[in-house]
C-alpha cells in the first residue's frame, strides 16, 4: 500500500519509490488540493522529463477507464501518457472554474521532489 506525507500540493514524504509501483517502472498519480502529481518512476524520470521540458501546459483527458496527459508544447506530435484508473488514489474530476495543477515527482537525496509543474486544461469523455 502506497503511503503519503502531503504539504498542500506538494508531497513531503511517500514510500512509492520503494514499492512494487516503481520496482515495475508504473507511473502512480495522487490527487491533492487540486494538484495531479505524478509519480515517475526512478528508471524512467529522466526520459520522461526530458521529453515534457519544453511542455506550456498539459490537456487532460478522462475517459471511463483511463485519463490522458497531453503535454503541449506546440509541436505536431504531442508527448502522453496514459494511466489507466487503478493508477491514482483518487481520480481527478471537472475541476469547474479552478484548473488542476499537474506535477512530476521524483527522488532527490531520498526525498519526493517536484521536478516540474504545468497548468493545465480539462477534457471529460466518459
Not at 40 to 60: C, M
Not at 77 to 87: A, C, F, I, K, Q
Request: proline content about 4%; glycine content about 4%; charged content about 25%.
Amino acid at each position: 500500500m502506497l503511503k503519503y506525507k502531503n504539504d498542500g500540493q506538494d508531497i513531503v514524504e511517500t514510500n512509492y519509490w520503494k514499492s512494487e509501483w516503481n520496482d515495475q517502472q508504473m507511473i502512480y498519480a495522487s490527487c491533492n488540493a487540486g494538484a495531479v502529481r505524478l509519480l515517475l518512476p526512478i528508471s524512467l524520470a529522466d526520459a520522461i522529463l526530458a521529453e515534457t521540458k519544453n511542455a506550456s501546459h498539459v490537456r487532460i483527458k478522462r475517459n471511463a477507464s483511463f485519463v490522458e496527459f497531453e503535454f503541449e508544447d506546440g509541436q505536431p506530435s504531442t508527448y502522453r501518457l496514459v494511466l489507466s484508473n487503478g493508477s491514482f488514489d483518487l481520480l481527478p474530476g471537472d475541476p469547474g472554474d479552478r484548473k488542476w495543477i499537474v506535477s512530476a515527482w521524483t527522488m532527490k537525496s531520498s526525498k519526493p521532489y517536484k521536478a516540474s509543474e504545468w497548468s493545465s486544461e480539462w477534457q471529460d469523455r466518459r
